[in-house]
């Protein structure tokens, strides 16, 4: 299938959710992952309570953070290179076993107050290194299940939701926890969640036949598609100084700062119900041209938003930007897959994957910086402004054919 070009269901099978359940082995493989990606979902907030129950220290517990999620994002593509490289049920259990290991090492060290900083960030910085990417790959065993390029688009957006909600009931599930246990012990669930949920995935015979390409000696690996990771990194840098400047805009409105956790649930809802619709309907355009014009539609009501009256207005406005949020990752992840070498596909979705996490991060230190000395309405401008750049640089790095089509630069 051409990277950018735009193919029509087969008319053999009516594409949608229920269909992308209904393939062989689907249902049971997609739960598998689902759980042990629940685990990312629970370990943020249970290693940041953790760690501040045990040293009692808001810096101490930032840095550790900090030195996870680097960790953990850095170091995804080249995890996902050894998944594709050996294949899942070789690469993912060893991860998975590490990973769980380490988190019970962290658990254990923070159980009790006193605990030494420095081992606590040795411990989570080694954590971050062996994460398992569960997302890039379930979404390339997506890439051999669903043989129609509509069932793919609808099991792209089927992922993208289901992985929103589970970072949004993660934290949920640490609440309900820590009615019963101690921080550290949603530390120990976030384990036994990883490694329970990679050994049923890899076991599913949807994982087992997946079988590693062989490779030439000397083969480098292929040239990282540069459109979806340049809109995963403007989708980052945009939503992260969003969040923040949700809160800036409540903080000068009185009793607005009890309205920041509902407008920020407004974007998520809309980003489901944008993540549900673009699986759903029957698309036209290539995923290179649709990305591009996501993108502009973020960007621009992400920078309407900043004039809304208040924070019920407010609110509306981010509902109508999420509708843009999942569709735009999703056609990031798909466009990454038509882009990516044989038997790179995981590592394609994993700089997708970084990519965002990586703009995220520096969308927030900006944000912080700017939203003290900035009005909120040229903040939320300048990160609407954000997106509309990665929108161009999309068009720069997929450009139209002389004879029609697109083609990758």
């Known amino acids: 299938m051409s990277a950018l070009t735009p193919a029509r269901p087969s008319a053999a099978r009516r594409p949608s959710y229920a269909a992308v359940l209904g393939l062989p082995h689907?249902?049971?493989?997609?739960?598998?992952?689902?759980?042990?990606?629940?685990?990312?979902?629970?370990v943020s907030l249970s290693v940041l309570l953790s760690v501040t129950r045990a040293t009692g220290s808001y810096a101490v517990s930032g840095a550790v953070m900090a030195l996870f999620g680097g960790a953990t994002v850095v170091l995804l593509p080249v995890r996902a290179t050894l998944v594709d490289r050996f294949g899942p049920r070789r690469a993912l259990p060893p991860m998975a076993a590490v990973y769980s290991v380490l988190l019970c090492v962290l658990a254990a060290l923070a159980w009790r107050p006193g605990a030494p900083a420095a081992a606590l960030a040795a411990a989570a910085a080694l954590t971050g290194c062996c994460a398992p990417p569960l997302g890039p790959t379930m979404r390339a065993v997506w890439g051999r299940l669903a043989d129609d390029p509509a069932l793919l688009r609808r099991a792209y957006s089927l992922d993208g939701v289901a992985e929103e909600l589970l970072f949004v009931s993660g934290p949920v599930l640490v609440g309900l926890l820590l009615r019963f246990g101690p921080p550290p012990a949603g530390v120990l669930l976030s384990a036994v969640l990883m490694l329970g949920g990679t050994w049923v995935?890899?076991?599913?015979?949807?994982?087992?036949?997946?079988?590693?390409?062989?490779?030439?000696?000397?083969?480098?690996?292929?040239?990282?598609?540069?459109a979806?990771?340049?809109?995963?990194?403007?989708?980052?840098?945009?939503?992260?100084?969003?969040?923040?400047?949700?809160?800036?805009?409540?903080a000068r409105r009185s009793h607005g700062e009890a309205a920041v956790p509902w407008v920020l649930a407004a974007l998520s809802a809309g980003s489901a119900v944008g993540?549900?619709?673009?699986?759903?309907?029957?698309?036209?355009?290539?995923?290179?041209?649709?990305?591009?014009?996501?993108?502009?539609?973020?960007?621009?009501?992400?920078?309407?938003?900043?004039?809304?009256?208040?924070?019920?207005?407010?609110?509306?406005?981010?509902?109508?930007?999420?509708?843009?949020?999942?569709?735009?990752?999703?056609?990031?992840?798909?466009?990454?897959d038509e882009t990516a070498a044989e038997g790179e596909r995981t590592r394609a979705g994993?700089?997708?994957?970084?990519?965002?996490?990586?703009?995220?991060?520096?969308?927030?230190?900006?944000?912080?910086?700017?939203?003290?000395?900035?009005?909120?309405?040229?903040?939320?401008?300048?990160?609407?402004?954000?997106?509309?750049?990665?929108?161009?640089?999309?068009?720069?790095?997929?450009r139209p054919r002389a004879g029609g089509g697109w083609s990758r630069s």
């Open 26 to 42: 689907a249902r049971r493989t997609f739960l598998a992952a689902l759980a042990a990606r629940l685990s990312y979902g629970t």
């Open 201 to 226: 995935f890899v076991a599913s015979p949807a994982v087992r036949g997946v079988v590693p390409p062989k490779r030439e000696p000397g083969r480098r690996p292929g040239r990282l598609p540069a």
């Open 228 to 250: 979806p990771v340049i809109a995963a990194v403007g989708l980052g840098l945009a939503l992260s100084a969003a969040d923040l400047l949700v809160m800036a805009f409540a």
């Open 275 to 336: 993540g549900l619709l673009n699986g759903a309907v029957e698309w036209r355009r290539p995923a290179g041209q649709r990305l591009v014009w996501l993108a502009v539609g973020l960007g621009t009501v992400l920078a309407v938003a900043g004039l809304a009256p208040g924070v019920r207005t407010l609110a509306v406005a981010m509902a109508v930007t999420g509708l843009f949020v999942a569709p735009t990752l999703t056609t990031a992840y798909l466009l990454a």
């Open 350 to 398: 994993a700089w997708v994957n970084a990519a965002v996490n990586a703009g995220s991060s520096a969308g927030s230190v900006v944000a912080g910086v700017l939203a003290g000395r900035v009005p909120v309405t040229v903040c939320f401008a300048l990160a609407g402004g954000v997106a509309v750049v990665s929108a161009v640089g999309v068009r720069v790095a997929v």
